[in-house]
């Protein structure tokens, strides 16, 4: 089982220890300062690009520029998706993932915590970029942050699930550009299956959207489950991301 001790008060991607060790933290610390950095900048140019009033010619401009950009970037790349990495304080990073990578420009990002018990909460605001109905948030991304909020607490549980299902109920529209607050806890947990529960709130406390959902150890997982934190999660060597469920 992991290390719950170690599972305390860390972001959700950072709930488990490396069980490899980082050769250069400071190295890896100033390219992680780097890599948010550069997520940071391209999340803005997101957002100005959907609200940008600037006219063609100076939108072609800036498509060409950032073509530009996509090419450096592109020089040096990785084929595939990050999947887990170490970072420089040694815990297990998905830097890509859509809602709390720290190198993804797409992801909010969020910033979940969580404690032994399984409560997690998250405060957050979107921005034009997750619009759905006029004025308000998507409701795929509705879904997308409760999943993230709630599925994190299975893992800080020591028993990192995947969502078996979403059941999301949408209450009233949740606005745009407003602080939101998303809270999940603990409903059941049977064996390898976690009930969880959640519910997102705007400025006013008033519900906006809930949720009931089960995560689900995989099959694959558990015997990785059965030993201590170290041993866990199935990376490889040199903090390669394990993507396949076969590869462990
Ligand atoms: C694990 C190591 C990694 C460690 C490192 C973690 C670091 C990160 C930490 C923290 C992150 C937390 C943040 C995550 C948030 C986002 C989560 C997502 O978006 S996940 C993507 C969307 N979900 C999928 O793509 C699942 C696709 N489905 C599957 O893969 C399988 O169906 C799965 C895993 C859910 C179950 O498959 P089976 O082969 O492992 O096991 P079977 O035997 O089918 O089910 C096990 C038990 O669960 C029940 N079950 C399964 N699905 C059910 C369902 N839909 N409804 C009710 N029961 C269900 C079954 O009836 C069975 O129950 P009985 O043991 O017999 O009591």
Known sequence: MFN????????TDGAFASPFPVEDPVAL???????SGLAAAVRALADATVRTRVAAPDLAAVAEQVETLTARLLAEAQEGPLGLETDSAGRLRDHGNAMVGMRNPIAPPLVVTGDESGSTSCALTLGAGYEGPPGYVHGGIVAAVLDQVLGSVPA???LP?????????????TPLGAPLHCRGWVERVDGWKVHARGEIRDAQDLVTAEAEALFVV????????????GDAAGTAPGGEAA????AS
């Not at 719950?4 to 972001?11: D, G």
């Not at 995947?162 to 529209?173: D, E, G, Q």
């Open 218 to 229: 995989p099959r694959w997982a558990r015997e990785h489950l059965d030993r201590p934190t």
């Open 4 to 11: 719950r001790e170690r599972t305390r008060r860390h972001m």
């Open 161 to 173: 699930g995947m969502t078996a299902y979403l059941n999301t109920t949408y209450r009233r529209p």
């Open 156 to 158: 800080h549980l020591g």
């Open 243 to 246: 993507q396949e469920p076969s």
């Open 29 to 35: 610390a100033a390219l992680e300062v780097a890599q």
